[in-house]
């Protein structure tokens, strides 16, 4: 899969973004050619190697058809609840969010939120939450052209219900 200037990519673990420019760098003895990716949320820039962004998880915005199937993991209730400690939660929680695959991103969303609904969340859940929240709100947003605004309503009416 190949980018251009303007194109809006998804990199895991930090959302959204648009290529800012393809730019060839020396690094050592090679030259390496680059993506410049500015991030959407925080306005970070990141730079994805050309011949590698594919297995780091370098991928197009997802389709409405694909956002239909995310909504679906959100409003899906039929799974046991979680009973294993933080610590293992976190860590599988962390493994889903950087795959950068919005149905696994949006299980760790699901699966907070229903904890939530149960007992207050510790500081790390709630980060966690805020961050699965924010990458999948992006996402959504840039897929089905709307503000976040009315994505994240759409997603707290799931979890509200």
Known sequence: MEFKVGDKAVYPGHGVGVVQAVETLDIGEERTTMYVLKILDNGVTVRVPLQNAGALGMRTVIS????????????DRD????????NRRYREYTNKIQTGDPLEVGKVLRD?????KDKNLSFGE??????????????????MDTDEASIR?????????
């Open 64 to 75: 409405q058809e694909q956002v239909r199937k995310v909504y679906a993991v959100l409003e």
């Open 79 to 86: 799974v046991p609840a979680d009973n294993q400690t933080w």
């Open 112 to 116: 907070l939120a229903m904890l939530r």
């Open 126 to 143: 709630r980060k966690m939450y805020d961050k699965a929240s924010t990458l999948l709100i992006q996402e959504i947003a840039v897929a």
């Open 153 to 161: 309503g759409d997603i707290e009416r799931i979890f509200n219900t």
